[in-house]
């Protein structure tokens, strides 16, 4: 089958306020670069014609998709919501332009974590006006306004409603869990985070939406949105990446392979490969940084920026005179393959 112009489409089930907002939606299975077969087979049920729409289905209109689709899992998806409660949701996405709907952003994260795209390849421009506060709760998915009637009537029935958070990103592992990761705290991991195989994730570790690893990865500190760590690289407990979102402006930082970010250190320039930033030291554009050579032979003074993305470079705190030196890296990292084995 030769494939259509459209980025994705997804058949979804999600939530909505009482004034019928959405609130979110759960995408099981995306596609990704549909083919032409299956998006003319929706256009001949739905009459959708062209453009980013997000079409609200019902049980007739479901049962009717999932005759005329002949992808097997498509077909068999659309038939279980065409049982659904719940409202459901059908999101054409045919460019990848501003975001103009909760559908349309929620599928942008699902292909995120679903490893169809990395951070920093989509158009995210709109989202946080789009998407709104959530109460993430034991009951699901509630409008902020609506709580306070939904624990009093849970209280009635005899039941306590447990508040996890109010934000406007739900955790990862509520709707997609990456094959071979480990997350020990499923809290810190937003949806829309990008888990390469082998990642791990610790307590401590935190990872933005548009932002992850490719894998395999430590990741013991915070990588912020926009941020993405190549294979091999580790982030120490405390550690922090400067993502577009806390004053990193427009650089899209990457840290490439076999990097060390030491504990509580902190980086605000891309690396390139096999790069270490000494436990305690946090590196931005700005930071004066003293130049040595592979001899220890002092070259010069420059601002970190002019240093962004080489490799092959350690960055230490001059223990006297606490002053930042570059000196070149002798000795690259190796992460412990058992830790990153999660099959």
């Not at 989202?127 to 998915?141: C, E, H, M, R």
């Not at 902190?266 to 436990?279: F, H, N, Q, S, W």
């Not at 003293?290 to 420059?302: A, M, R, S, T, Y």
Request: net charge negative.
């Amino acid at each position: 089958m030769t494939s259509s112009q459209f980025t994705s489409l997804a058949f979804g089930i999600g939530t909505q306020n009482k004034h019928s907002e959405w609130l979110e939606v759960f995408y099981p299975t995306p596609v990704y670069q549909p083919s032409k077969d299956l998006v003319d087979a929706i256009k001949s049920v739905t009459g959708y014609q062209s453009g980013n729409e997000a079409i609200e289905l019902d049980a007739a209109m479901l049962t009717e998709l999932g005759d005329a689709i002949s992808d097997d899992i498509q077909s068999t998806l659309v038939k279980k919501l065409a049982k659904s409660s719940q409202p459901t949701v059908l999101m054409m996405m045919a460019t990848d332009s501003e975001i103009a709907s909760i559908p349309e952003a929620y599928l942008k994260l699902h292909l995120l974590s679903y490893r169809y795209v990395k951070p920093n390849e989509q158009n995210l421009v709109g989202i946080f006006s789009k998407l709104p506060n959530v109460a993430w709760t034991s009951d699901g998915a509630i409008d902020p306004a609506e709580l306070e009637e939904a624990i009093l009537k849970a209280r009635i029935e005899g039941r306590h409603i447990e508040v996890a958070s109010v934000d406007k990103f739900p955790k990862l592992t509520n709707y997609v869990l990456p094959t071979g990761v480990r997350i020990a705290h499923t809290a810190r991991v937003r949806l829309g985070a990008y888990l390469g195989e082998g990642t791990t994730v610790m307590h401590e570790g935190f990872v933005n939406f548009n932002a992850g690893s490719i894998g395999p990865n430590m990741i013991e500190g915070r990588v912020s949105q926009g941020v993405l760590m190549r294979e091999g690289s580790d982030l120490g407990g405390g550690a922090s990446t400067m993502g577009t979102l806390s004053g990193g402006g427009e650089i899209v930082l990457t840290i490439g392979k076999d990097c060390l970010i030491g504990a509580n250190a902190g980086v605000g320039i891309p690396l390139g490969d096999r790069c270490t930033i000494e436990a305690g030291t946090y590196i931005t554009a700005g930071t004066l940084v003293q130049v040595f050579d592979e001899n220890k032979k002092f070259i010069k003074l420059v601002k970190a920026r002019e240093l962004a993305g080489q490799s092959d470079m350690l960055f230490i705190r001059h223990s006297q005179t606490g002053a930042i030196e570059c000196r070149t890296n002798q000795k690259a990292i190796t992460l412990n393959d058992a830790l990153h084995d999660h099959n």
